[in-house]
Structure formats: structure tokens, C-alpha cells
T-cell receptor, first 117, second 115 residues
Framework: GAVVSQHPSRVICKSGTSVKIECRSLDFQATTMFWYRQFPKQSLMLMATSNEGSKATYEQGVEKDKFLINHASLTLSTLTVTSAHPEDSSFYIC?????????????FGAGTRLSVL | AQKVTQAQTEISVVEKEDVTLDCVYETRDTTYYLFWYKQPPSGELVFLIRRNSFDEQNEISGRYSWNFQKSTSSFNFTITASQVVDSAVYFCALSVYTGRRALTFGSGTRLQVQP
């Protein structure tokens, strides 16, 4: 149980285009979803926290107009990288937490490797 | 603010050796959770264990064991009889009970198990 699906796993795009990444909790309802960014050989840095039906909370230094987060339901959150540039190239990974007993355990998707040319 | 320190950047062992990954944390909250995650080369993070701040019992799960000591703010992870499949980056993480409950990750320890 507790499977999080993230799509796409890899995307290559031209500079200036927008890219949407989906994060779905497949077999549970998620109270909260998180979006992280990971640079090569580095740790995960939290970008934003999203709760269903409300605006995302962004970490300091993360541009909310650049990284649009929508949390339309208890099972789906999307991250859109708008007008992507080469410096946005990174590994983006989402996580979701359960409602109920095992709340506070974050289950992670497989990540999306974004390469902006 | 929370902080997690994994001082070991990279560890290399030979198969069947035991290995301990260190984790030291800082928080002013009295209620918090500690986690270990494994990140194999494929990239996804695999949840290994959660421990809350009120439970200092050590835990063993197969070849894995965890030693939580509040007195030294440490939550160390030991793999007994390591195997090549254990090769991965291991992250220790902390979240506090209040607020957004986001994870603060350590910098990770890359474990290479040689055959």
C-alpha cells in the first residue's frame, strides 16, 4: 500500500516552455503533498507544501509564479514549471502523507528528471 | 529550525560487512519524528522507518536496526551482513509534530557495497 505515482519520469524541453508534473496517491487519500527538488549528489530541498483545495505554501526563495502548484483533489497534485530555463533542470520529487493512523509518514513518487535545453 | 547532520558522505564496504550510518539531529520541539529513507540509483525514496520522540526503543527489522538516543540526539542505522543491493544513498530526516510537518533531510550517506 501507500503508492505514489509521479509522471512523467523524465522530460526534456526547450527553454521557455512550461512543464507539468503530476503526483498521484494511488491507494490512499493524502492530506498533504510536498514538492522537493534535488540537485545531483545533494539532499532534497523542500519547495512547497500543498493541501487539497487551498493555496500552496512555498519555502523562502521559491518563486511561486515560476513553480505553480495545484492540489485539485485528495489524490492529485501538480507542479508546473513555467517558462523553464536551463537553471530549472533538476530532479523533482513529490511526496504524500496519509490521512489517519500513519499520518506524518511521507511516501515518495519516483521523481521527475527535468532537462531544459 | 530543525537540522539533520549526516557526517558520513560516502561509505564503501565489502559484502557481508556490517555498516553503521550516523545521524545527528537538532530541534527545539519536544515532539518530533525521525525517519530513514533509502534512495537507490533509480531515484525514488523508499521509506524505511519512522520513530517518534517518545519512543526510544531500538528496532530491528531483518538485517536493519536502528538506535535512537535522545541524550545524544542521534538516530543511527546499522545494516548487518551488507549486500550489494544495499548500495544506495540513505537519508535521515526529521519532522516536528506541529505545523506543516515537512521533512528536514540530512545531506545523505552514499553506501557502496562491493561484491
Amino acid at each position: 500500500g501507500a503508492v505514489v505515482s509521479q509522471h512523467p519520469s523524465r522530460v526534456i524541453c526547450k527553454s521557455g516552455t512550461s512543464v507539468k508534473i503530476e503526483c498521484r496517491s494511488l491507494d490512499f487519500q493524502a492530506t498533504t503533498m510536498f514538492w522537493y527538488r534535488q540537485f545531483p549528489k545533494q539532499s532534497l530541498m523542500l519547495m512547497a507544501t500543498s493541501n487539497e483545495g487551498s493555496k500552496a505554501t512555498y519555502e523562502q526563495g521559491v518563486e511561486k509564479d515560476k513553480f505553480l502548484i495545484n492540489h485539485a483533489s485528495l489524490t492529485l497534485s501538480t507542479l508546473t514549471v513555467t517558462s523553464a530555463h536551463p537553471e530549472d533542470s533538476s530532479f523533482y520529487i513529490c511526496s504524500a502523507t496519509l490521512v489517519g493512523r500513519y499520518e506524518n509518514i511521507q511516501y515518495f513518487g519516483a521523481g521527475t528528471r527535468l532537462s531544459v535545453l | 529550525a530543525q537540522k539533520v547532520t549526516q557526517a558520513q558522505t560516502e561509505i564503501s564496504v565489502v559484502e557481508k560487512e556490517d555498516v553503521t550510518l550516523d545521524c545527528v539531529y537538532e530541534t527545539r520541539d519536544t515532539t518530533y519524528y525521525l525517519f530513514w529513507y533509502k534512495q537507490p540509483p533509480s531515484g525514488e525514496l523508499v521509506f524505511l522507518i519512522r520513530r517518534n520522540s517518545f519512543d526510544e526503543q531500538n528496532e530491528i527489522s531483518g538485517r536493519y536496526s536502528w538506535n535512537f538516543q535522545k541524550s545524544t540526539s542521534s538516530f543511527n542505522f546499522t545494516i548487518t551482513a551488507s549486500q550489494v543491493v544495499d548500495s544506495a544513498v540513505y537519508f535521515c530526516a526529521l519532522s516536528v509534530y506541529t505545523g506543516r510537518r515537512a521533512l528536514t533531510f540530512g545531506s545523505g550517506t552514499r553506501l557502496q557495497v562491493q561484491p
